[in-house]
């Protein structure tokens, strides 16, 4: 067992420009961070040392090897088994609280990479059922484990007897996701608005395709619910229950405009009987949400002490908890939760408040999922390492980096079609801001190859990649222009999978650069 953890290195950059008093209170925060760092370390030093110590004295006896029988040819397939005991790692982050700014490594238990084993498979649906663990394992990416290859799915026998149950009753494989809760709050910095956009759009077509790989394997197909986990936190970040309701309503709507029929909504009000038999309107929901509220904090609540030791002692909390500290450091500044706050100090109390609100609920809708949804394959869109459930990025970067969720950013996309997820201040001097549907939808990278189009031509960026070109709703009889025609043949050359043309009256529909696309 190896043991990495580094002292936080302190930024003191932002000091020279605070105040006396709120210099002291950074500091005394400082010093409450290594107070922290220093505990954690001598309890972590104390586990490995023991651990070693029991791991010398425990000697597995000798077996005697029984000579084996002959047996049947069967399939043989290599597979993963839980590890049994954890080992350590460090993961690195940033993170920005109030008006301190400083890197930490963060020490991170992880479970070692397990040993393959020999399964022997004789049953059919056994050998199903790993074929369609296989498709689900490509959509995933994972924290690294110590070592362990990358990308590895540590949990993934946990999973098989779910998946073969549904296989052996002929049913669609059931998956679940909590996601798609709210658009950040901060509209300013972050997002385009309160409605979704390209970056959804792309993530249900990623949902969808996983769906459709495993009906290439599986008769039955796949189903996957997002249940939606907005009602779970959007009164403590300061998000409106009518924002709440309209999201997840253009969501689903925008999931059957694209005939994604696999992918299913459960809201906790669902969870929990509150609507069965009955269709979901704007106002049942808000006559059930403060009821749903108190459910799932009576019945399903955890102790404040119970979710810290969580933190502490589990990789996949403390990587969650991690990422609402730092969405919450931008977007609180947004919110009337944090509005009062008047220091550098009072706010990161808040940030951390609410941080710690949104993990007990976070924990409270994973219990209520567990008891409604079992046999589920659980996604998540957190990094994760992978033991409880498989981590699923739902947008593909071209720098293969785990994206930020679509409801916490806007998306980019390149001259070359590559998309990107970022903060729409970070990209509003280099990308303009397109608009779909009459509502800002994405921003694309600016170039003389897509700044040509006029008001009635549209440039739609497909999932995963591509390019069609086509007139927009509402107008009819439009032609390509000349400059249109030899912009979109230099735009063919820089994307990977190509321009498509179709609708105009002047061109035949195609790929452009085939024979018949962009002739006159």
């Given amino acids: 067992m190896s043991l990495t953890t580094t002292l936080p290195i302190l930024n003191e950059k932002p000091l020279l420009d605070l105040g006396a008093e709120s210099r002291i ?13 220093k505990e954690t370390f001598v309890k972590t030093l104390a586990l490995a040392f023991a651990t070693n110590n029991v791991l010398q004295k425990l000697e597995p006896p000798q077996k005697k090897k029984q000579p084996k029988a002959p047996k049947k040819s069967k399939v043989v397939v290599v597979e993963k088994e839980l590890p049994p005991s954890p080992a350590s790692t460090a993961v690195s982050e940033t993170a920005h ?8 490594e963060i020490t991170q238990l992880v479970t070692p990479p397990p040993e393959p084993v020999d399964l022997v498979v004789e049953k059919e649906s056994t050998r199903l059922s790993i074929q369609i663990l296989d498709v689900i394992q490509r959509y995933g990416q994972h924290l690294k484990t110590e070592n362990g290859p990358a990308n590895a799915w540590i949990g993934r026998s946990r999973f098989l007897p779910g998946v073969e149950a549904h296989v052996e009753a002929n049913q669609p494989i059931k998956m679940i996701l909590p996601s798609f809760p709210w658009k950040s709050i901060n509209r300013v910095d972050k997002v385009t608005g309160a409605l979704p956009d390209l970056g959804e759009e792309l993530a249900l077509s990623r949902l969808n395709a996983l769906c459709k790989d495993i009906g290439q394997v599986y008769a039955h197909g796949a189903e996957i ?5 907005g009602l779970v936190f959007n009164d403590i970040v300061g998000i409106s229950d009518e924002d709440t309701y309209e999201y997840s309503r253009v969501l689903m709507q925008l999931a059957a405009d694209k005939g994604f029929e696999g992918i299913k909504m459960v809201r906790v009000m669902d969870l929990l009987g509150f609507t069965a038999g009955q269709t979901m309107t704007k106002e049942l929901y808000l006559q059930h949400v403060d009821e ?9 609540g955890n102790a404040d002490e119970a979710i810290r030791e969580m933190i502490q002692s589990d990789p996949d909390t403390l990587t969650t908890y991690r990422g609402f500290i730092r969405f919450l450091e931008t977007d609180l500044k947004h919110s009337p939760v944090a509005q009062n706050a008047v220091s550098g100090r009072q706010y990161r109390v808040i940030v951390k408040q609410v941080a710690q609100g949104m993990m007990n609920r976070a924990e409270s809708f994973t219990k209520i999922i567990k008891a409604r949804c079992p046999g589920f394959v659980r996604l998540s869109i957190h990094p994760s390492t992978g033991l409880e459930k498989l981590s699923v990025p739902l947008i593909v970067q071209a720098n293969g980096s785990f994206p930020k969720s679509p409801w916490h ?24 801001l397109v608009e779909r549907a ?8 600016k170039s003389d190859m897509y700044d040509w189009a006029p008001e009635s031509v549209e440039i739609e960026h497909l999932y995963p990649s591509g390019v069609l070109v086509q007139p927009r709703a509402g107008y009819s009889d439009i ?18 999978a190509g321009v498509s043309v179709q609708g105009f009256v002047n061109v035949a529909d195609g790929a452009v650069g085939s024979e018949s696309a962009l002739q006159c």
């Fill in 225 to 229: 619910t997002i249940a939606t986990d």
């Fill in 479 to 496: 032609s390509l222009s000349e400059e249109g025609m030899s912009q979109l043949k230099k735009l063919s050359q820089v994307q990977s």
């Fill in 438 to 445: 009459g509502r800002p939808y994405f921003y694309r990278e």
């Fill in 292 to 300: 749903c509220r108190k459910e799932l904090n009576s019945q399903f």
């Fill in 409 to 432: 950013c806007s998306v980019a996309v390149g001259v070359d079609g590559s998309y990107s997820t970022v903060h729409s201040k970070d990209v509003r001097e280099t990308h303009n």
């Fill in 97 to 104: 609280l109030g008006d301190l700014e400083y890197n930490k």
């Fill in 25 to 37: 209170a950074v500091l005394e925060d400082q010093i409450k961070e290594l107070a922290e760092w």
